[in-house]
C-alpha cells in the first residue's frame, strides 16, 4: 500500500510540474487566450479602415490582431483616400478608422459629423511630425536655416528640378490634409513667386527626390513621422529641418499655438501631432471591450520607422505588412497582453 501511495504521489506531481511548464512555456512566447466566457467580441464583424499609407496598415493590423483575440472577426483592412474614411466612419461604413491625425485631419472630422457620430480615442502614435526639410549639404554651404529664405531667387534656384527658375518643394498626396497647410504656407510666407508645389502620389515623387540626392543634387520636401524617409535620410545627419518664420495655418485646424509646433526650439510650422483611432459611436456604446483596446493600444514611432524600413526594402504587400504585426506583436507580448486584459475587464 505504501509504495502504491508513493507512485500515486510520484504520478500526482510529476503532472502537476508538467501542467506548470507548459503553461509557463505559452506565457513566454504566445498571447493569452480567453476563454468563451471571456471572448466579448465572439460573433461580431469588425470592418477597420486606414489611409493608403503602409504605416497606417501596420498599426491597424496590431488592433486587428488584437480585435481577433477577443473574439471579433475582422475584415480585410481598407485603404482609403482620408475624407472619405472619415465619412466611411461617421456612415458606419467604417466601425473605426485607424490613422486619424488628431490636428491635421480635425476639419474632415468636423465635415463629417464630429462627437456626434464619431470618437477620437488613445494615442495609436504620439508626436508625429511633419515640416519641410532639405538635404544638409546644400543647408551648410549656404547657411539656409528657414523656409522664408527661399524668398531669395537665388536660393530657391538651387532647388529648381525643372528649369522654370523656382524652387521644387516635393509635396504630399491631395486629399491628405497636409497638402492644404503646405498651400496655406506658400501665401503667408509670401513664396508664391520662387516655390511650386509638386504634388502627386508621395511615395513617387519622394522616390524621384531620393535618386536627386544620391546624384549630389540639393533637395527640398515635406516629410512626415513616422514613414521610412527618415529612416533612408535621417535629419541631422542626411538632412536638416528648415523652421518657418512664425507659425500660419489653416483656421480649419482650429487655434493651435506656436509652442505647439515646436520640437526641439525649431519652429516647423506644423502642430506636432497625435494618431488617433476615430471610431463610430455605435460602436463603441456596443462594445466596450473594443473601445477599451482603442484607447489603450500605443505603437513607438522607433518601432514603425523599423517595420517601414522592411517596407522600404521591398517587403510592402498587405501579406508582409500583416506579418510585420504579428512579430510585432510576438516581440512586445506581455505589453499586448496587458491591453488585452484590460478590455476583456470591461465586458466583465
Not at 152 to 163: E, G, M, R, T, Y
Not at 251 to 261: D, L, P, Q, V
Request: aromatic share 8%; hydrophobic share 35%.
Amino acid at each position: 500500500m505504501k509504495l502504491k501511495n508513493k507512485q500515486l504521489l510520484s504520478g500526482i506531481i510529476g503532472t502537476f510540474l508538467l501542467t506548470i511548464t507548459i503553461a509557463c512555456g505559452q506565457n513566454s512566447s504566445t498571447t493569452i487566450t480567453p476563454t468563451d466566457s471571456q471572448m466579448p467580441g465572439k460573433g461580431i464583424e469588425v470592418k477597420a479602415g486606414t489611409s493608403i499609407s503602409t504605416y497606417g496598415l501596420f498599426t491597424t493590423e496590431i488592433v486587428n490582431i488584437g480585435l481577433e483575440k477577443l473574439g471579433y472577426k475582422t475584415e480585410p483592412i481598407k485603404q482609403l483616400n482620408i475624407p472619405i474614411a472619415h465619412l466611411s466612419v461617421a456612415n458606419r461604413q467604417l466601425d473605426f478608422y485607424g490613422a486619424h491625425w488628431e490636428k491635421l485631419q480635425n476639419q474632415f472630422f468636423i465635415q463629417s459629423g464630429g462627437e456626434a457620430k464619431m470618437q477620437r480615442l488613445g494615442f495609436i502614435v504620439m508626436e508625429a511630425l511633419q515640416g519641410y526639410q532639405i538635404d544638409r549639404k546644400t543647408a551648410e554651404k549656404y547657411n539656409i536655416t528657414n523656409i522664408d529664405q527661399l524668398k531669395d531667387p537665388k536660393i530657391a534656384k538651387l532647388f529648381d528640378s525643372d528649369d522654370d527658375g523656382k524652387a521644387n518643394l516635393t509635396g504630399c498626396n491631395p486629399g491628405w490634409g497636409c497638402e492644404l497647410v503646405i498651400e496655406h504656407h506658400l501665401d503667408s510666407y509670401q513664396l508664391r513667386n520662387t516655390v511650386e508645389h509638386d504634388q502627386g502620389n508621395y511615395d513617387l515623387l519622394i522616390t524621384n527626390m531620393i535618386t536627386r540626392y544620391q546624384q549630389g543634387k540639393p533637395v527640398l520636401y515635406y516629410a512626415y513621422t513616422p514613414y521610412w524617409l527618415s529612416v533612408i535620410l535621417k535629419p541631422g545627419e542626411n538632412t536638416n529641418w528648415l523652421e518657418v518664420p512664425f507659425t500660419s495655418l489653416p483656421e480649419k485646424h482650429g487655434k493651435i499655438s506656436e509652442r505647439e509646433t515646436l520640437i526641439d526650439g525649431k519652429n516647423l510650422g506644423f502642430a506636432i501631432d497625435n494618431v488617433k483611432i476615430l471610431a463610430n459611436n455605435e460602436f463603441l456604446e456596443d462594445n466596450p471591450a473594443a473601445k477599451r483596446l482603442f484607447e489603450v493600444i500605443s505603437i513607438p514611432i522607433e518601432d514603425i520607422n523599423i517595420q517601414q524600413k522592411l517596407v522600404y526594402d521591398g517587403e510592402n504587400t498587405p501579406a508582409d505588412i500583416r506579418r510585420h504585426a504579428e512579430e510585432w506583436v510576438e516581440k512586445n507580448q506581455e505589453k499586448f497582453d496587458g491591453w488585452l486584459k484590460q478590455a476583456i475587464a470591461m465586458d466583465n
